[in-house]
């Protein structure tokens, strides 16, 4: 079957480095991906987002990068906080509609002191 | 302060009781959401509304009975659940369903169900 899913369960990163969370999908019509930030005890908080005509996109501290060839999508976290401390989510979500996305398992990001 | 609120944030129930969850946006949205959240488990949806009109509905047991009065209150009625159904319940909001990906989320009423 078609599926989003998560390389890592748990990521656990030195604060001020870079974080670098991956993602793998199997559904080639995907045309639009998402990444979702779940703070404990909070609903999940849109991030960024990428259409499939993009390879990257950049937004503030975060980078989103888009390989179709191997239906791969990952985000990047510069300079990693203790605010960034959450599940991460991917999502796709075919033909752009927001009531088609498909949300992945999650990536919970831990930061070092 | 999020543009989505649920209440309650949480609740406990018997199998024999019937509860509500409520979420209520304030962004002028046009459509709006039901996500059920279980533990390891990726968001599953439930139910969608567009402009008041049930759009989809993911092969969810009648236990559960979405209501949307109007495009900025959306109930969630709940009887006979079984303990299977404790988990958080997402509410979310678009401002539509096609071509804007974005949603927006409430924080969550998590039921547990004894």
């Known amino acids: 079957g078609e599926s989003v899913g998560l390389h890592l369960p748990t990521l656990s990163v030195q604060e001020g480095d870079n974080s670098i969370i991956n993602c793998a999908y199997s559904?080639?019509?995907?045309?639009?991906f998402i990444w979702y930030k779940q703070e404990s005890g909070k609903g999940p908080q849109f991030i960024i987002d990428i259409r499939s005509n993009m390879d990257k996109r950049q937004g503030q501290r975060v980078t989103v990068l888009l390989n179709k060839t191997v239906k791969h999508l990952s985000l990047q976290i510069a300079a990693t906080q203790p605010g960034d401390s959450a599940v991460y989510f991917c999502?796709?979500?075919?033909?752009?509609?927001?009531?088609?996305?498909?949300f992945g398992s999650g990536t919970r990001l831990s930061i070092r002191p | 302060e999020t543009g989505v609120t649920q209440t309650p944030r949480h609740l406990v129930m018997g199998m024999t009781n019937k509860k509500s969850l409520k979420c209520e946006q304030h962004l002028g949205h046009n459509a709006m959401y039901w996500y059920k959240q279980s533990a390891k488990k990726p968001l599953e949806l439930m139910f969608v509304y567009s402009l008041e009109e049930r759009v989809e509905n993911n092969s969810v047991p009648s236990r559960f009975s979405p209501e949307c009065p109007n495009s900025s209150h959306l109930f969630l009625h709940l009887h006979t659940l079984q303990p299977e159904d404790s988990a958080l319940y997402l509410c979310a909001s678009s401002l539509g369903m096609s071509n804007t990906g974005e949603l927006f989320f409430g924080e969550g009423s998590r039921l547990t169900v004894l």
């Open positions: 999502a796709e979500a075919p033909y752009s509609s927001a009531s088609k996305i498909i």
């Open positions: 559904n080639s019509a995907s045309d639009y």
